[in-house]
């Protein structure tokens, strides 16, 4: 069996500050084989695995839906003044909230013929009358940056400034707000586009909680299944065959280059999944490792534990 664990951020912010040991995680990929890859967003990878084409943009928003017209991603977000810029922050929302707002949405918008979706309280669909010409950087690639650097670029990029603009007055004073220390005080648009063709990946199975991960997997055939709480639970629920596992704990940490969450999180991920996935080679399992983000894999396979003169190195020496 061969199992591919996609860990966006795995290696980004680790420059930052000094990590104490990993025993499995080292194992694992001081052994096993390194290879260079392209660095790209985790969208952006994802859509490659499934040979998906680009659009003016990755065209997320319409394999949430799979309904003929253009569709945009119109999450809910909080921008934060930081002295002179705007940082924008992933907004933490529950159902009920999300569909008081999304009501309000479509209350005051009607008439423009714009649609507002909910597809979970932190991801929302935008339904548009007709295909602009529009670029946009998406939520993960934005979030903890400066708003103005990530907005949408083409000809059709003021005329959706505008809607955001009035989206942030109708937000303003919503009663949602009112009792929000972090109001969602604007909607993020990404990921605009057409149904596309989507091709089989050739994995057995996709496990992830992501909502795009799902959509893309669930339009390419391939099962999907949520994440298990740890490597054993999830091995132990596969066939025969390739298969993937996105482990995401490390994105939004690594955003907000919050060093401390992310060295938490990722000292659970060694005890939760580095530490059976070892075991689990050892046994038999060819693993690679992927970070996306930094461009890099790592491919052990059983006899390459038994190379002893390759030493268990720390994380960031196994970049070199």
């Not at 999830?234 to 993937?244: I, K, M, Y």
Request: glycine residues 6%; charged residues 25%.
């Amino acid at each position: 069996m061969k199992c591919h664990v996609l860990i966006p951020n795995l290696f980004l912010p680790a420059s930052e500050f000094k990590i104490d040991p990993l025993p499995n995680l080292e194992t694992l990929i001081s052994r096993g084989e390194r290879t260079r890859l392209e660095a790209m967003g985790f969208e952006e990878w994802l859509f490659n695995a499934f040979g998906v084409a680009k659009q003016q943009d990755w065209p997320a928003a319409s394999l949430h839906r799979a309904e003929p017209g253009y569709w945009l991603r119109a999450d809910p977000v909080h921008l934060q003044l930081r002295r002179d810029w705007l940082a924008l922050l992933q907004a933490d929302i529950a159902q009920e909230e999300a569909c008081s707002l999304v009501d309000s949405l479509n209350r005051h918008f009607e008439v423009d013929g714009l649609r507002f979706y909910i597809e979970r309280p932190d991801a929302w669909l935008l339904k548009l009358p007709d295909s602009p010409d529009l670029s946009t950087v998406s939520l993960m690639q934005a979030i903890g940056r400066n708003v103005d650097d990530c907005l949408p670029k083409g000809t059709d990029a003021m005329r959706m400034a505008a809607l955001m603009n009035e989206i942030q007055l109708l937000f303003h004073d919503h009663p949602v707000n009112s009792n929000r220390d972090f109001p969602v005080n604007s909607v993020w648009f990404w990921g605009g586009g057409i149904l596309p063709e989507v091709k089989p990946s050739g994995y057995a199975s996709v496990s992830s909680d992501n909502t795009l991960a799902k959509a893309i997997a669930e339009r390419s055939g391939t099962p999907c299944l949520s994440i298990a709480e740890n490597a054993s639970g999830w091995l132990a629920s596969l066939a025969e065959g390739e298969h993937l596992v996105i482990l995401e704990d490390l994105m939004l940490p690594a955003r907000y280059g919050d060093g401390n969450e992310w060295d938490k999180r990722l000292r659970r991920l060694e005890i939760a999944w580095f530490g059976p996935l070892l075991d689990a080679v050892k046994n038999g399992l060819d693993l690679a490792i992927i970070d996306n983000e930094i461009g890099v894999r790592f491919d052990t396979k059983k006899h390459d534990l038994w190379k002893f003169w390759k030493r268990a190195r720390p994380v960031l020496d196994c970049l070199k």
